[in-house]
């Protein structure tokens, strides 16, 4: 069977060609950029991906038209910081050429963060939605970040048991950007709610104690530390960012000034 691959990017220019080497062996590459800035589609055209322009209206939208573009009857699903590993892509032509017993499939991560390979914190194994699917099988709800998923199929999901890789933060620069902007797009999936700042110090002290303690984040070391404290500052934000919203704070104005011996006007 015939394999697309969707990989979304914005800005990438560093990772996308990466991303798109682990899977030249794929019938078909698809990038679905949203007007990147920094040649991230001419890296990917020039590796003979096919490039499609889709506005973001969040990351569930991106998805889905992502799948629309593809042309194959099998999708396998790769964001600019994972690569598939050669016993992924073995394991999915194996998968492939026979009869597929499911018609979407979760594939494992490992996680590679400050020099090692993440262990704990919830980070190993760890999934996100589907990656390898039939065409039809699956759609993204249209959330703007973390989104979920409905099976539109009867068959239960399976799951890989190679392993891709994941590098989720090239630098602190990164870890700190993203916070910054998944806490602005989780803020609105909080539209209905009414939060305080104390809720919002409580959910964040709830995400750091759960990687850090509950998920073992402390046998990562100080990478383990990091992770739990990015999970600490991206949720609290979230909520202080919808709080922010919620309040709508005036910002305070002042007449024009201008020297007291001025003439009026």
């Known amino acids: 069977m015939s394999l697309s691959v969707y990989i979304i990017a914005y800005n990438e220019a560093k990772k996308i060609a990466t991303a798109i080497n682990s899977v030249l062996w794929a019938d078909e590459i698809i990038v679905a950029d949203s007007a990147s800035t920094d040649g991230t589609d001419r890296i990917a055209q020039d590796l003979g991906a096919r490039i499609v322009q889709i506005p973001f209206q969040g990351f569930g939208y991106l998805r889905n038209q992502a799948i629309q573009a593809c042309t194959h009857e099998w999708i396998f699903s790769l964001d600019t910081d994972e690569q598939c590993t050669p016993e992924v892509r073995d394991e999915i032509l194996r998968t492939l050429a026979g009869s597929p017993a499911h018609d979407a499939y979760l594939v494992p991560r490992r996680n590679y963060f400050m020099g090692r390979w993440i262990r704990h914190s919830g980070w190993y194994p760890n999934y996100r939605q589907p990656q390898l ?125 201008r020297r007291p011996d001025a003439p009026q006007q």
Do not use: C
């Not at 700190?176 to 110090?201: E, F, H, I, Q």
């Open 133 to 257: 699917f039939r065409k039809g099988a699956m759609k993204y709800a249209e959330s703007p970040v973390h989104e979920g998923y409905e099976l539109l199929t009867d068959k239960p999901i399976g799951r890989l048991e190679q392993a891709i890789w994941q590098i989720p933060f090239r630098d602190f620069e990164e870890v700190v950007r993203k916070a910054n902007r998944y806490s602005s797009l989780g803020a609105l999936k909080l539209v209905d709610r009414r939060v305080s700042m104390g809720s919002a110090l409580w959910h964040g002290l709830w995400a750091f104690l759960k990687h850090y303690v509950a998920k073992r984040g402390m046998f990562d070391g100080w990478a383990g530390f990091v992770i739990a404290f990015g999970n600490f500052e991206g949720t609290f934000y979230r909520y202080a960012k919808r709080y922010e919203t919620q309040e709508g704070w005036p910002i305070p104005t002042q007449p024009v000034l």
